[in-house]
């Protein structure tokens, strides 16, 4: 498939990850709750998502609630979860619209039953859209996928049905959530923060990684159009010459 050409004339990346930072010190800063600087939060994945369509870039992966946010407050917990309600019930419609497939990575199912069901059910009715993708990671943590596809690949092996042998990293990338995405192309932090905190570790091998001072919630398309600017001046090598 031919690359698009980006803002300025550069390759447009495929797949796009966003560790979503910076809500709680932009509400801070404004001497607001924190559950202000999330909701916020939520605008900006709107016009992030609806950015990248536009850009040309194929999915979109946004970091929304890692494995390790449980150790949050329960409230602020509790207010997450009211905001997710919100966005899959308000935006469900546009999502199917804008021919968008809804995919969900980790272990989402530790979620409250209503929420289970309102994503099953966003997944179901996007499924069968042919544009773009987004991914939105919730319950999330690299390390635990990793695991988890290492003993399903050691039980198909035990059982007979693999050859220890056999397993190579395409097999192995099969194995995880992520599994049918292009490759990750390019990883966004916002907020400053220099780390990736359990995200996408593997598939991030060999993505351009970018770390943006800009905080989550004033995050627009056009800092996304000026990160994959960026992306398409890098010469990407993979180790090669």
């Known amino acids: 498939m031919p690359v698009p050409a980006g803002p300025e004339g550069g390759a447009v990346p495929r797949h796009v990850a966003i560790i979503m930072d910076g809500n709680g010190r932009w509400a ?33 992966t946004l970091y929304a609630f890692s494995s390790e946010n449980w150790r949050r407050p329960e409230e602020e917990v509790r207010d997450l979860m009211g905001l997710l309600r919100f966005f899959l019930k308000n935006e469900l419609k546009d999502l199917i619209a804008e021919g968008v497939r809804l995919r969900v990575i980790g272990d989402y199912h530790a979620l409250s039953s209503d929420l289970v069901a309102m994503i ?43 050859e220890p042998d056999a397993i190579d990293e395409a097999m192995f990338d099969d194995a995880l959530t992520t599994h049918g995405l292009p490759p990750l192309d390019l990883l966004i932090r916002t907020s400053g923060e220099q780390r990736l905190s359990n995200f996408l570790l593997w598939q991030a091998a060999y993505a351009e990684l970018l770390f943006v001072d800009t905080l989550w919630p004033d995050f627009d398309g056009t800092a996304l159009a000026a990160a994959v600017a960026q992306f398409g001046q890098r010469q990407r090598r993979f180790g090669g010459l």
């Open 28 to 60: 801070k800063a404004r001497r607001l709750p924190r559950i202000a600087g999330h909701k916020q939060g939520v605008e900006a994945v709107r016009r992030v998502a609806t950015a990248a369509r536009e850009l040309g870039i194929e999915v979109l």
């Open 120 to 162: 099953d059910d966003a997944i179901a009715r996007t499924a069968g859209n042919g544009g773009s993708t987004l991914v939105i990671a919730l319950n999330y943590g690299a390390q635990a996928e990793i695991l988890a596809a290492a003993r399903r690949l050691a039980a198909a092996a035990k059982a007979g049905e693999i």
